[in-house]
T-cell receptor
Framework: GAGVSQSPRYKVAKRGQDVALRCDPISGHVSLFWYQQALGQGPEFLTYFQNEAQLDKSGLPSDRFFAERPEGSVSTLKIQRTQQEDSAVYLC??????????????FGPGTRLTVL | GDSVTQMEGPVTLSEEAFLTINCTYTATGYPSLFWYVQYPGEGLQLLLKATKADDKGSNKGFEATYRKETTSFHLEKGSVQVSDSAVYFCALSGYNFNKFYFGSGTKLNVKP
């Protein structure tokens, strides 16, 4: 079956522009996660959804970052008034989200954002 | 707070050499530990995991043992192949698995 897909794969924005990054999780996956991966670093948690509810947004770096998942499936990460420090790969992951010892997170290929 | 520290790369080895990539962690409670691999041009893939102390995760010839006494989860492989060239990330997660903490990654280059 299809894995997690993200679009666009590459995005170049001028400083100050707004961008929207899309994530299509694996069908039936309840939980969805966004991560930011700077060049040469590991992914850093941004936010987490269970169905349409955003349960943790502690990793969002500023109020310019906004994420939504209105129908509990597709999610969009929006960055307003982009800055150069926002340049990174944005990763989306999904999981079954069941209670218990482990739910593997399946990662998409990422969107590489470059802010000029 | 929770965190993961892994050895810096790049690590360059000849084919069939022994591989160790060190990973240590700091966490409250009893985290689960993971190794993810990122091949060139691809997304992160789970390589192996261990959910409690003394568990050994293994996959594709790679192994890692959850050592609570040394807060470590070192990745090992007895004989690397060129196809193992990738970036390896150590990660931890608490019981709810709502948030993963990743190390900074270790790039492995395997030469023929």
């Amino acid at each position: 079956g299809a894995g997690v897909s993200q679009s666009p794969r590459y995005k170049v924005a001028k400083r100050g522009q707004d961008v929207a990054l899309r994530c299509d999780p694996i069908s039936g996956h309840v939980s969805l996660f966004w991560y930011q991966q700077a060049l040469g670093q590991g992914p850093e948690f941004l936010t987490y959804f269970q169905n349409e509810a955003q349960l943790d947004k502690s990793g969002l770096p500023s109020d310019r970052f906004f994420a939504e998942r209105p129908e509990g499936s597709v999610s969009t990460l929006k960055i307003q008034r982009t800055q150069q420090e926002d340049s990174a790969v944005y990763l989306c992951a999904s999981s079954l989200g069941r209670r218990g010892p482990y739910n593997e997170q399946f990662f998409g290929p990422g969107t590489r954002l470059t802010v000029l | 707070g929770d965190s993961v520290t892994q050895m810096e790369g790049p690590v360059t080895l000849s084919e069939e050499a022994f591989l160790t990539i060190n990973c240590t962690y700091t966490a409250t409670g009893y985290p689960s530990l993971f190794w993810y691999v990122q091949y060139p041009g691809e997304g992160l893939q789970l390589l192996l995991k261990a959910t409690k102390a003394d568990d050994k995760g293994s996959n594709k010839g790679f192994e890692a043992t959850y050592r609570k006494e040394t807060t470590s989860f070192h990745l090992e492989k007895g004989s690397v192949q060129v196809s193992d060239s990738a970036v390896y990330f150590c990660a931890l997660s608490g019981y709810n698995f709502n948030k993963f903490y990743f190390g900074s990654g270790t790039k492995l280059n395997v030469k023929p």
